[in-house]
């Protein structure tokens, strides 16, 4: 019984095609890249609110006379009231924290004896103690929309939402699509038929229109969305299980563990399974890129995640009105974020579609 220990001659062929298939993955610059491109997002969605220029929550400081700045502009504020508020690190990098003080856009300043004489863009010059209020200047980089909010903050926290919708949906596609497509191929009969049914019946209604229909029943919102998207998900996943689970049940491998009596549980998931899991993972990949759409065709629609938390496709529902004016780069930026994104997961599933097919 060679074929189960260890360190049989099948487990050393296996590790040889896996580096040989790393080494296919390397050689691939566009799929490095990918790589490269979803890591920096996957950064900077997990340090969050560490390092957005905005940390308040959801990124939603609105300075009302600062609206629509052009990237790289600058404004200088008057810092009064402040306040003690200490948040410690995990929440101030998963849900951000209130300004420590009260900020008012001003025009100009001057220094009066132990006073500082502030002019605000909409009153009266402002007057208050030296030691109890301070000047700053901050720039915003990519500007600030109609709202007056940070967008480069705003494009930094809906990284977190499309990746982590794309992970969540994922998850919930990879459990029913594995689970049902390997319960499909390896019983076969009614138990086939029935799940082909459900999938053809399923893969028969469009995308689109399915996660609508899945939203309105749920409701709107952050976790709905997660659910609604892997709902849709499955049946890609389902179909690749089912097809190599046909391919592979009837080989020696799995006769072998029949003969030895063990249960159909063990025989999938610990002999069949692992045997496909490049296949699985490709799919995994391309779908990733299109929950991602999914999400910000949701949001853009107004069905997704809701304000004030900051989404991709939401920032361009609410900017692509400037398209004809000259803040076309409000609706542009957050559409290039969710392009770079979907391509680097489309560009990374063809890299290893490529470097995992043993033919090549």
Same mark, same amino acid.
């Given at each position: 019984?060679?074929?189960?220990?260890?360190?049989?001659?099948?487990?050393?062929?296996?590790?040889?095609?896996?580096?040989?298939?790393?080494?296919?993955?390397?050689?691939?610059?566009?799929?490095?890249?990918?790589?490269?491109?979803?890591?920096?997002?996957?950064?900077?969605?997990?340090?969050?609110?560490?390092?957005?220029?905005?940390?308040?929550?959801?990124?939603?400081?609105?300075?009302?006379?600062?609206?629509?700045?052009?990237?790289?502009? $600058?404004?200088? +504020?008057?810092?009064?009231?402040?306040?003690?508020?200490?948040?410690? +690190?995990? $929440?101030?990098?998963?849900?951000?924290?209130?300004?420590?003080?009260?900020?008012?856009?001003?025009?100009?300043?001057?220094?009066?004896?132990?006073?500082?004489?502030?002019?605000?863009?909409?009153?009266?010059?402002?007057?208050?103690?030296?030691?109890?209020?301070?000047?700053?200047?901050?720039?915003?980089?990519?500007?600030?929309?109609?709202?007056?909010?940070?967008?480069?903050?705003?494009?930094?926290?809906?990284?977190?939402?499309?990746?982590?919708?794309?992970?969540?949906?994922?998850?919930?596609?990879?459990?029913?699509?594995?689970?049902?497509?390997?319960?499909?191929?390896?019983?076969?009969?009614?138990?086939?038929?029935?799940?082909?049914?459900?999938?053809?019946?399923?893969?028969?209604?469009?995308? #689109?229109?399915?996660?609508?229909?899945?939203?309105?029943?749920?409701?709107?919102?952050?976790?709905?969305?997660?659910?609604?998207?892997?709902?849709?998900?499955?049946?890609?996943?389902?179909? #690749?299980?089912?097809?190599?689970?046909?391919?592979?049940?009837?080989?020696?491998?799995?006769?072998?563990?029949?003969?030895?009596?063990?249960?159909?549980?063990?025989?999938?998931? *610990?002999?069949?399974?692992?045997?496909?899991?490049?296949?699985?993972?490709?799919?995994?990949?391309?779908?990733?890129?299109?929950?991602?759409?999914?999400?910000?065709?949701?949001?853009?629609?107004?069905?997704?995640?809701?304000?004030?938390?900051?989404?991709?496709?939401?920032? #361009? $529902?609410?900017?692509?009105?400037?398209?004809?004016?000259?803040?076309?780069?409000?609706?542009?930026?957050?559409?290039?974020?969710?392009?770079?994104?979907?391509?680097? +997961?489309?560009?990374?599933?063809?890299?290893? *579609?490529?470097?995992?097919?043993?033919?090549?």
């Amino acid at each position: 019984m060679r074929l189960f220990k260890k360190h049989s001659y099948a487990d050393l062929a296996g590790r040889s095609l896996d580096r040989m298939a790393w080494r296919r993955f390397r050689r691939n610059p566009l799929s490095i890249a990918s790589l490269v491109v979803i890591g920096l997002f996957a950064l900077v969605a997990l340090l969050g609110y560490l390092i957005t220029p905005d940390h308040t929550p959801y990124c939603n400081q609105q300075y009302l006379e600062l609206a629509t700045l052009k990237p790289f502009s $600058k404004a200088t +504020f008057l810092l009064t009231d402040p306040t003690d508020t200490h948040t410690s +690190f995990l $929440k101030r990098m998963t849900q951000g924290e209130p300004l420590p003080y009260t900020a008012t856009p001003i025009i100009e300043y001057r220094y009066a004896r132990d006073s500082i004489v502030a002019t605000p863009y909409n009153g009266d010059p402002i007057t208050v103690a030296a030691d109890q209020a301070s000047v700053d200047t901050r720039t915003f980089l990519l500007g600030t929309d109609g709202y007056g909010r940070d967008v480069l903050s705003m494009i930094m926290i809906g990284s977190r939402v499309s990746l982590s919708v794309g992970f969540i949906a994922i998850l919930i596609a990879l459990l029913l699509g594995i689970t049902l497509g390997a319960l499909a191929a390896y019983h076969g009969g009614w138990v086939d038929d029935l799940i082909m049914w459900i999938i053809n019946v399923v893969w028969s209604i469009p995308t #689109v229109l399915l996660v609508i229909a899945i939203t309105f029943v749920l409701g709107k919102g952050f976790w709905q969305i997660f659910i609604a998207v892997g709902l849709t998900m499955w049946v890609d996943i389902a179909r #690749v299980v089912r097809g190599e689970v046909l391919s592979i049940k009837e080989k020696e491998y799995v006769e072998a563990t029949r003969a030895l009596g063990y249960s159909t549980f063990r025989t999938i998931f *610990r002999h069949i399974l692992p045997n496909i899991v490049g296949a699985v993972v490709v799919v995994a990949a391309s779908n990733f890129a299109s929950a991602i759409l999914l999400e910000a065709g949701l949001s853009f629609l107004g069905i997704g995640v809701q304000p004030p938390m900051p989404s991709w496709g939401m920032m #361009v $529902k609410e900017n692509y009105g400037y398209i004809l004016l000259d803040s076309a780069y409000l609706a542009l930026l957050p559409g290039l974020a969710i392009m770079m994104v979907v391509l680097a +997961f489309m560009l990374l599933a063809s890299g290893l *579609r490529d470097a995992l097919d043993i033919k090549r």
